[in-house]
């Protein structure tokens, strides 16, 4: 058998849950690709307790109107109560946020932001598998819940890092293989872009982190490492691009503009020393 863990944060605000932390990496001197990543808390209500849940999520492309983030469905309870976001490097919480759709058949959803210049900043979709090899490095990010040393749980900005381990045949069914990483993750960490040539200034994305995944080795007898499951960037474009126009049908503001291309990385990034704490 099998065991499957989606990577959802969860907390509630009158009775809160224990969660263990994740490996974590030093944001010093890193190229600042993390511009187009936002951190989720998703709220919800019932009979007056609200409760929240945390995932993450990447620009993946914009237009004249609008800041496209994409996110694991999961990451997204429906209904909600409410729907916060922050910018990576900014410590702000904003709720100018809105669903714009999820796929029917794939963990995907799209949300809306509102343009704010270099906040609005694509990733650089890398949509050639045939680029994607085993042992390639790799890093994602995530938002987890974390108590710690008594203190009162709340969100951690968290990053890990590992290889493209294997790829895997028929992902749930469908028909393209889905890439397993061995970074470590933990719940928070559902949406997060996966950075591959993060070292370099050509810093590209191979997919959106969905879950991790157990699978029990019966011929031998023993458990396999835990893997991270990646929905390829392929897929993804596809999936969102459809999105996309399935909302602007619906909004009749139909625009070419917004499909996704593959731009080329930017040549000058910037460094920032981040700051490691999230208040």
């Known amino acids: 058998g099998s065991k499957k863990m989606k990577l959802l944060g969860v907390t509630t605000l009158i009775s809160v849950f224990l969660l263990l932390g994740c490996q974590s990496t030093s944001f010093d001197n890193q190229i600042d690709y993390r511009n187009a990543l936002i951190t989720i808390e998703a709220v919800t209500k019932n ?20 800041c496209y983030v994409v996110t694991a469905k999961h990451v997204i309870p429906q209904p909600y109560y409410k729907l916060l976001y922050k910018h990576w490097n900014s410590p702000t919480n904003h709720e100018d946020i809105e669903f714009v759709g999820a796929s029917s058949d ?5 949300l809306k932001l509102p343009l704010k210049g270099e906040l609005c900043s694509p990733v650089y979709m890398e949509i ?13 990010f995530g938002h987890p ?20 381990s294997t790829f895997l ?3 749930n069914g469908q028909g393209f293989p889905a890439i397993a990483t061995t970074a470590m993750v933990s719940p928070g960490f559902s949406g997060s872009a996966v950075f591959s040539d993060f070292k370099s200034k050509s810093v590209k994305v191979i997919g959106m982190l969905v879950e991790s ?19 390829p960037s392929y897929v993804l474009t596809q999936s969102v691009n459809e ?25 000058d990034l910037s460094t920032e020393k981040g700051i490691l704490e999230e208040k």
Not at 128 to 140: H, Y
Not at 154 to 164: I, N
Not at 214 to 228: K, T
């Open 47 to 66: 009979n007056e307790r609200l409760s929240s849940q945390s995932g993450m999520g990447f620009v993946l492309t914009k237009d004249e109107l609008a």
């Open 106 to 110: 794939l963990d995907i959803a799209v």
């Open 128 to 140: 050639d598998p045939n680029t994607v090899n085993l042992g390639d490095e790799i890093q994602v």
């Open 145 to 164: 819940a974390i108590r710690y040393n008594e203190a009162p749980t709340r969100y951690y900005k968290s990053a890990s890092s590992g290889v493209v």
């Open 169 to 171: 045949d028929k992902y």
């Open 213 to 231: 995944f157990n699978q029990n080795v019966h011929q031998v007898d023993r458990l396999s490492p835990s893997l991270s499951i990646v929905l």
């Open 243 to 267: 999105i996309i126009e399935n909302y602007k049908t619906s909004k009749a503001l139909i625009s070419p503009d917004t499909r996704i291309e593959k731009v080329p990385s930017e040549s």
